[in-house]
């Protein structure tokens, strides 16, 4: 994930089925932030789109859940291909992105 400014990021994906792979880079923008606890967003891409939440919830003193949700909707010619991809890759692709967004997060606050 790369800042590109305060409401504004770009995500870049590796999307795998087995042997076939993508990277998926998606422009992000903020839709609405409900401070402490959940930031809206839409991403726009060449072969997909997506809109999603991540949700943020203290669970401990030094502890925080994340939970992050979105809806991929595939387009273009290659609509059919990333529909299989996206299928078979699903879980990992929310995890892959909660790991970025976690580390982006962390070196953010160091800063």
Same mark, same amino acid.
């Given at each position: %994930? #790369? ?5 504004? &990021? ?66 273009? &010619? ?7 991809? %996206? ?6 692709? #929310? ?17």
């Amino acid at each position: %994930m #790369t800042l590109i400014g305060p409401q504004s &990021s770009r995500w870049k994906i590796e999307v795998r089925a087995g042997v076939i792979a993508q990277v998926v880079t998606l422009d992000v923008q903020i839709l609405e932030i409900k401070a402490p606890n959940r930031i809206q967003f839409v991403g726009k891409g060449r072969n997909v789109d997506l809109v999603g939440a991540l949700d943020i919830r203290e669970i401990g003193a030094n502890s925080t859940e994340v939970s992050f949700n979105a809806t991929v909707y595939s387009k273009g &010619s290659l609509a059919p291909i990333i529909e299989i991809v %996206m299928g078979h890759t699903a879980e990992n692709l #929310t995890r892959q992105s909660v790991e970025r967004i976690k580390l982006a997060l962390v070196d953010n606050s160091s800063t």
